[in-house]
């Protein structure tokens, strides 16, 4: 257990491209299978035994607080900072320095889900008796992101920009340990990027940072396809949470849902309070916020319906995402990444995207 190590979680940047379509005034945290994003993580953090955590915040700062209060519920002790100006990742860590009492600092990027067994990452850090210890994954296409590289013990070596040709399939989990001192020395008041200037300085200096390696399950939220699939892999228990209002399974159906007895609901569906879907309707690996309606015949597929949003009969939303209230009339079809904005209303077929044949 980590009673002795406290948590830095860096949130509240823009984040998703999903967050402007689909942040309700009422509804400000943008649920994940059927609660707050980051109580996934609190929830991860809680049951390794971490006890206190502190939040960096910015970007509509005053949610955070409003959501999750001072963590009792959550069994955590949990404290704000707000950063006044964008900080970065380096900076976002100094910013909060004085309210850490730890030597031990277990720092997160509030936009990934991961499944790692934070213990593990901790015990490499004490063993190693590192500086920093970084979690890295593996990943099928490492070309998409920077890599690092270690040696055969897990010392890194570097830390390198995207390439075309990477030497290693390790990248950068956004989840790392940090010695209290290390955290000290980060320049205050100014914006600083730990990939780009902290762990490059480090490196030049001899300090040891160290690297643990794992397959867990993990996924970068960053975009709307990304955060669709990680909803459904949560609901489905692919991805680790203690936070899941319910059983893992095929749906998540909150309370107040009417769903059609002949209604096909499935993949990791989050379906929201009130939510209504009609007879014969397919709804497959979607997110449907509180009061959305899937009309009868509707096929809704790796998609997002906002918040009181309709999507009328035998409509087809395939990779899309519709705003709060934004109404998609019967039988329009929207696919590849489509987006319809809050409010806005399609009329009946006003919308096609395949060819008539």
Known sequence: ML??????????????????????????????????????????????????????????????EQGFGDGSALGLELTYVTEEEPLGTGGGIRNVADRLTAETVLVFNGDVLCGTDLSAVVETHRRREADVTLH????????????????????????????????????????YVFQRKVIDEIPAGRPVSVE????????????????????????????????????????????????LPGPPGERLVLEGAELARDALVFGGTAVGRDVRIGAGARVEGSMLFDGAVVGPGALVRHSVIGYGAQVHDGAVVIDAVVGDRAIIGAHCELRHGARVWPDVALPPHGVRFSPDV
């Not at 860096?10 to 299978?33: D, E, F, I, Q, Y």
């Not at 992101?145 to 030497?167: H, S």
């Not at 794992?214 to 990680?230: E, I, K, M, Q, S």
């Open 136 to 175: 890295l994954v593996r990943v099928p296409n490492p070309r998409a992101f920077g890599c690092v590289p270690t040696d055969a013990e897990g010392r890194v070596l570097a830390f390198l920009e995207k390439t075309e040709d990477p030497p290693t399939d390790q990248i950068n989990a956004g989840c």
């Open 196 to 243: 780009r200037e902290t762990f490059p300085a480090l490196l030049a200096a001899g300090a040891r940072v160290w690297g643990h390696v794992d397959n867990a399950y993990w996924r970068d939220l960053g975009t709307p396809a990304d955060l669709v699939h990680g909803s459904a892999d949560l609901v489905r228990g692919i991805a680790p949470s203690a936070a």
């Open 3 to 64: 009673e002795d190590v406290e948590a830095v979680i860096l949130v509240g940047g823009k984040g998703t491209r999903l967050r402007p379509l689909t942040l309700s005034a009422a509804k400000p945290m943008l649920p994940t299978a059927g609660v707050p994003f980051l109580a996934h993580l609190l929830s991860r953090i809680r049951a390794a035994g971490v006890r206190r955590a502190v939040l960096g915040t910015s970007y509509l700062a005053e949610t955070f």
